[in-house]
């Protein structure tokens, strides 16, 4: 199983700052398939990004995804206060297993 | 525009079976994708639990497979999960999801909380 730790486990930033989250493997994602998600107190997740860089259907530009292999990145260039949430990735090259979530918090 | 519901009952006596159905509308199940179910215990992360096609084909987590079953009903457009012989760390919310190629999920529902407990 491939095993994914996400970190930091808590960002402290304000409104306006650029955010930067991290999705580390286990082992090698096979083609980049890693998908990121967002999700709010008492929300399901919403799907951000897939295949590792492309956004999905109505996710602002100040989103965006990158990597491969075993190390992924999220990056939030400026953010809203709305963009205070927990993040996930998952990885579905092999079954599919998520990472245990970054919170991104207001400073 | 897709939308899932989540139902079934919110409490589940220990050794028992969990039941729940996904109801979708806005898209027929009919017509493609795989189906999914995910869960997330109070508090922690996202556990994927299984997969369904319009088919009938299931894709199951290993770690769940031997007490999982995912079945699909097209006539009523739903797909149903049952969790056998629960205990009090199957206690979370639970999504169904569709799983687009078997990849990512999106849209998911609004979640159902299942307690277990005597």
């Known amino acids: 199983e491939i095993v994914l730790t996400q970190s930091p486990g808590t960002l402290s930033l304000s409104p306006g700052e650029r955010a930067t989250l991290s999705c580390r493997a286990s082992?090698?994602?096979?083609?980049?398939?890693l998908a990121w998600y967002q999700q709010k107190p008492g929300q399901a997740p919403r799907l951000l990004i897939y295949?590792?860089?492309s956004r999905a259907t109505g996710i602002p530009d100040r989103f965006s995804g990158s990597g491969s292999g075993t190390d992924f990145t999220l990056t939030i260039s400026r953010l809203e206060p709305e963009d205070f949430a927990v993040y996930y990735c998952q990885q579905y090259g092999s079954s599919q297993t998520f990472g245990q979530g970054t919170k991104v918090e207001i400073k | 525009q897709v939308q899932l519901q989540e139902s079934g009952p919110g409490l589940v006596k220990p050794s028992e079976t969990l039941s729940l159905t996904c109801a979708v509308s806005?898209?027929?199940?009919?017509?493609?994708?795989?189906w999914g179910w995910i869960r997330q215990p109070p508090g922690k992360g996202l556990e994927w639990i299984g997969s369904i096609y319009h088919s009938g084909s299931t894709y199951y987590n290993p770690s769940l497979k031997s007490r999982v079953t995912i079945s699909v009903d097209t006539s009523k457009n739903q797909f149903s999960l049952k969790l056998s012989s629960v205990t009090a760390a199957d206690t979370a919310v639970y999504y169904c999801?569709?799983?687009?190629?078997?990849?990512?999920?999106?849209?998911w529902g609004q979640g159902t909380l299942v307690t277990v407990s005597s």
């Open positions: 295949g590792a860089s």
């Open positions: 082992q090698s994602v096979s083609s980049s398939y």
């Open positions: 806005g898209y027929s199940i009919s017509s493609g994708y795989y």
């Open positions: 999801a569709r799983h687009v190629k078997v990849n990512w999920f999106d849209p």
